[in-house]
T-cell receptor, first 114, second 113 residues
Framework: DTEVTQTPKHLVMGMTNKKSLKCEQH?????MYWYKQKAKKPPELMFV???????INESVPSRFSPECPNSSLLNLHLHALQPEDSALYLC?????????????FGSGTRLTVV | GESVGLHLPTLSVQEGDNSIINCAYS??????FIWYKQESGKGPQFIID?????DKRQGQRVTVLLNKTVKHLSLQIAATQPGDSAVYFC????????????FGGGTRVLVKP
């Protein structure tokens, strides 16, 4: 299995809703990432998990809450989002520490906040 | 190239011609560079990478050139095909940021039949 799987592919949520994005990989990668991508812009790093511990938080608002239950799973919990949070949310993984950094990206969750 | 406002730089190329996509990076301490291809509705897909101790690397139909003096990276695609139509991003890792992958602005490639 050489894929990063993200669910759902599309999500529409209201500003008072609570939802979660899920990401899964079975490549034995020990680093996992959340990126946010607005239209016509490059992906921007949000969070990095290394060996299931949060190692980087790029000053992301607390309405985004990441969680790494085990080495294969990464979640992003969403609460009280704003319309400007609408974007493509990408998950990636890599074999941290290996000379070939080899990031693998999922296809993303297209989030619309209404 | 860097994205400006809401518009991505666009490269239109005739099918069969060669394409050259350019990228300027900012972190002189970066030691690893990657080119990604992103098709509509998909995540970035790895194309080719290069380490800072190299100035050229070739793959299948693609070549990456690195000029550390002017902090410039380019991607050359030989015999461009319709399936090459996508947005291309350069990315860098290394230096003080460790293995934090940072993307540069994208370039849209449109292949004309």
């Amino acid at each position: 299995d050489t894929e990063v799987t993200q669910t759902p592919k599309h999500l529409v949520m209201g500003m008072t809703n609570k939802k979660s994005l899920k990401c899964e990989q079975h490549m034995g990668h020990r680093a996992m990432y959340w990126y946010k991508q607005k239209a016509k812009k490059p992906p921007e790093l949000m969070f990095v998990y290394s060996y299931e511990k949060l190692s980087i938080n790029e000053s992301v608002p607390s309405r985004f809450s990441p969680e790494c239950p085990n080495s294969s799973l990464l979640n992003l919990h969403l609460h009280a989002l704003q319309p400007e949070d609408s974007a493509l949310y990408l998950c990636a993984s890599s074999r941290e520490g290996h000379l070939n950094y080899g990031y693998t990206f999922g296809s993303g969750t297209r989030l619309t906040v209404v | 190239g860097e994205s400006v406002g809401l518009h991505l730089p666009t490269l239109s190329v005739q099918e069969g011609d060669n394409s050259i996509i350019n990228c300027a990076y900012s972190n002189s301490a970066s030691d690893y560079f990657i080119w990604y291809k992103q098709e509509s509705g998909k995540g970035p897909q790895f194309i080719i990478d290069i380490r800072s101790n190299m100035d050229k690397r070739q793959g299948q139909r693609v070549t990456v050139l690195l000029n550390k003096t002017v902090k410039h990276l380019s991607l050359q695609i030989a015999a461009t095909q319709p399936g090459d139509s996508a947005v291309y991003f350069c990315a860098e890792i290394g230096g003080a940021a460790g293995n934090k992958l940072t993307f540069g602005g994208g370039t849209r490639v449109l292949v004309k039949p």
